[in-house]
């Protein structure tokens, strides 16, 4: 059964004055045995209603200097095009825009973008092959 997508029009306590960060010690380690905040609540569904909506937006992650990109990880650049990382080990904070040793333009083919084998291949372990006859379709077998 296929999942609706959610209406993401209105973003949780968006104009809320009762929203504060909990601050990274309690981000790090969560609510114990505790009655959270009404802040602090409203500024977590925020933060994750926020992204969703971000990713809803966009399709995908705009990039920014703090998120660690693994191989493969697709980014949109400040330029508006999409980037694909070429570094196994995390790439952070190197502007796709600039960076040619880290980054590479996701080449789109017929209005559609379509990494390659090798592009594929991090997102989870299986094979991916092209099935007879379907030249653009990609699938992963996963031998259980």
């Known amino acids: 059964m296929a999942t609706s997508k959610p209406d993401l029009a209105n973003i949780w306590a968006n104009s809320s004055a009762l929203i504060a960060n909990p601050g990274a010690a309690k981000q790090d380690t969560g609510w114990v045995l505790e009655k959270p ?48 990382s070429l570094t196994a080990d995390p790439n952070q904070g190197n502007d ?18 379509t990494p390659s084998y090798k592009d594929q291949e991090f997102l989870t372990s299986g094979t991916w092959t092209r099935p007879v006859g379907h030249a653009d379709d990609w699938v992963r077998v996963i031998l259980v």
């Open 37 to 84: 905040q009404v802040e602090y609540v409203n500024w977590l569904i925020n933060k994750i209603d926020t992204y969703l909506h971000h990713i809803g937006e966009r399709g995908v992650g705009v990039w920014d200097a703090t998120t660690e990109y693994d191989l493969g990880s697709i980014t949109i650049g400040s330029n508006g095009v999409m980037y694909r």
């Open 96 to 113: 796709p825009i600039s960076d040619v040793v880290n980054w590479a333009p996701w080449e789109a083919t017929g209005g559609v973008s």
